[in-house]
T-cell receptor
Framework: NAGVTQTPKFQVLKTGQSMTLQCAQDMNHEYMSWYRQDPGMGLRLIHYSVGAGITDQGEVPNGYNVSRSTTEDFPLRLLSAAPSQTSVYFC????????????FGPGTRLTVT | AQRVTQPEKLLSVFKGAPVELKCNYSYSGSPELFWYVQYSRQRLQLLLRHISRESIKGFTADLNKGETSFHLKKPFAQEEDSAMYYCALSGIQGAQKLVFGQGTRLTINP
């Protein structure tokens, strides 16, 4: 199993550009989520999904969109990139039965200039 | 509101010395608490769950509801313990939504 995969690993955007961060998992997990990691702030939840077709907002959803058309994929879209979105983005998935461990992807380092 | 506080951004100890990474939480219900670790160039991964009451890589953590704490401890630090450690809380039993602390970077000096 590949686990949770994310592409790209690195990305540089100009202010106002849009892009999609890809996330896929092959563990048949129902729950998937996106976090951003910033120095001194830990990981903050952006959006999450409890299954295909169901998404909800986390702590910091502004400026981001998600969709969940399949169990495997959970892309994160930046609509109009801003320098405040410079961060490391992590995708995670989790089963719906105990012990509910979250499995993280390797991360995408995004810089917005 | 749910909140997790890790008061130390950086912690440096010598090899063989005891280690304690502090974690305090704020939650009105019955929380489920975790420690996640991120070693250099590796993914974030689960280290401990309080409900399991287990010891992983020599680390233990006890939930103290009176003090609302979930400190991570190891009696004798090893160099391979150097990493970023995050305390996390789930507010609903079995739910996967996590609130993370700010993280503590632990450095073990030889």
């Amino acid at each position: 199993n590949a686990g949770v995969t994310q592409t790209p690993k690195f990305q540089v955007l100009k202010t106002g550009q849009s892009m999609t961060l890809q996330c896929a998992q092959d563990m048949n997990h129902e729950y998937m989520s996106w976090y951003r990691q910033d120095p001194g702030m830990g990981l903050r939840l952006i959006h999450y999904s409890v299954g295909a077709g169901i998404t909800d907002q986390g702590e910091v959803p502004n400026g981001y969109n998600v969709s969940r058309s399949t169990t495997e994929d959970f892309p994160l879209r930046l609509l109009s990139a801003a320098p405040s979105q410079t961060s490391v983005y992590f995708c995670a998935s989790s089963p719906t039965n105990p012990p509910y461990e979250q499995y993280f992807g390797p991360g995408t380092r995004l810089t917005v200039t | 509101a749910q909140r997790v506080t890790q008061p130390e951004k950086l912690l440096s100890v010598f090899k063989g010395a005891p280690v304690e990474l502090k974690c305090n939480y704020s939650y009105s219900g019955s929380p489920e608490l975790f420690w996640y670790v991120q070693y250099s160039r590796q993914r974030l991964q689960l280290l401990l769950r309080h409900i399991s009451r287990e010891s992983i890589k020599g680390f233990t953590a006890d939930l103290n509801k009176g003090e609302t704490s979930f400190h991570l401890k190891k009696p004798f630090a090893q160099e391979e313990d150097s990493a970023m450690y995050y305390c996390a809380l789930s507010g609903i039993q079995g739910a996967q939504k996590l609130v993370f602390g700010q993280g503590t970077r632990l450095t073990i000096n030889p």
